[in-house]
């Protein structure tokens, strides 16, 4: 499940510079990879969020069939 | 029905995949050139999403406080209470976004003549006085029957403040409010409808996620305590 | 629903609070004496928009404090007694009535005094006076409804705290009509202005018809 969402994380980043344009700004942060590490960061953030969230419904189950 | 839709997983996938597209592409997407937004227009995918996600979970809630009212069945209740409390959490989250992009616009945290903003506070307020209302009676019944009752208030008086009070405003920052164009008159070209839209489905998704974990901690509560 | 047994009902509301003086009587000082503070305080000299909005959050506070015991004054058993002859509509709509009629009141004492006190000069008199008729409709239609959510749980400041935030947007409107009332200028705004108060006069209205019966069934 996690190889899943990487895996599309990964997929989505190696075409997301062919959307990028002609925009300084853009350029100048991509020039010094600066923009780059801002997208892996709240990558990262969001899908720690995601694990975080599967991890509670999994555990979440295992209340709901206790409790059955 | 409804309780089905809480145990099937594909929009979990869905939320998944349209965030991740929000938050690598809300980064590269070609955006129009703007004075003064410049690139903060790509708050556009967090900021605006939030209250859209907030008002889906606020409309939930209504929607099943008046079903509660209808037959009175407490399942109802504990719908409309998580759904009222994941709507405030991402009316919060929309009020930071958006105090991060006025301090990059406008120069200031918080801004008095901005009457969405202000407004959008008011509602927050609304809100957390249900929330207080709700902790105030100590029998689960009449506490149901009385929160339902002031939810369809509450909701009513959100939609006055965030949609009627700022659009009757003579002077406001907000795009679309006070005589100001909206944003689609000039500037939400092709480029930004192409996150925008999977942004607010996104987060959406984000905010039913988390409150159908609430709910389904609550049903495994009630079962504990035997009410059900 | 009877009308009839509507005329009955508040001047039953009526009787019972003159027949109980006191409440009425440090309403009255209560009122007097926030306008004095705020006359002191300011040391007589005001600007109007100043005025205006100290002048309504005084009356915010006492529709709270007027209201706010409505349902206090049912004793238990004569509210079963009173349940088994009208219907709820007809109790919910001579108490929004009532209670609109003295809210009324106390805004034309308020203003009276504030008149006294600092006298400001208002343009529009007509409008400023349809403005508190139906900010007095306005605050009693929710304080009222409310009030018969607090009235259950015993926490006396639940009122204002769900009261204050929902009242917001009535307050918004009605400060700028009564700003708009002051200078007689010719302004586009004021019909929009008085549509809207009146639309959430009336969803207000609506809105507890329809859901008292549900919190009177207990």
Redesign the interface.
Known sequence: MIRIILLSCAFMLSIAPAMANDNQVVNLLLSNNKLIAVNAILLIILVGVFVFLFSQDKRIKKLEDKVK | MFEKILYQNWWRWTTIILLLFTCIYGFWVKIPQLPILEESIRNLFFHVPMWFSMMFLMLLSLIFSLVYLANFQPKYDVYAANFAKVGFFMGTLGILTGMVWAKVTWGAWWVFAEVKLNAAAAALLVYSAYFILRSSFNDPESKAKFSAVYSIFAFVMFMVLINVIPRLATSSLHPGNGGNPGFNSYDLDNHLRLVFYPAVFGWIGLGFWLSSQLIRMDFVKRKIDDID | MRIDNIIHLIRKEAVLELRNKAILASMLIYVIGASFIVYYAFQGQIEFQVWSAIFWIIILFSATNIIGKTFDKEVRLQYYYLRTIVSPIELILSKLLYNAILIFAFEVIIFLEMLLFFGVEIDNLPLFFLTLFLGGIGFSN?FT??ST?TS??G?VV?LS??G???I??LL??ILRLTGIAEVDVLST?TD??IG?VIV?DL??TV?SLI?FP??WN?
Request: proline share 7%; hydrophobic share 65%.
């Open positions: 929710l409804l409310f959510i259950r749980t926490n639940l705290v769900l204050f935030p929902i917001l947007p918004l409107l705004d929009v202005n809207a959430l969803i207000t809105l859901l549900y919190l207990e």
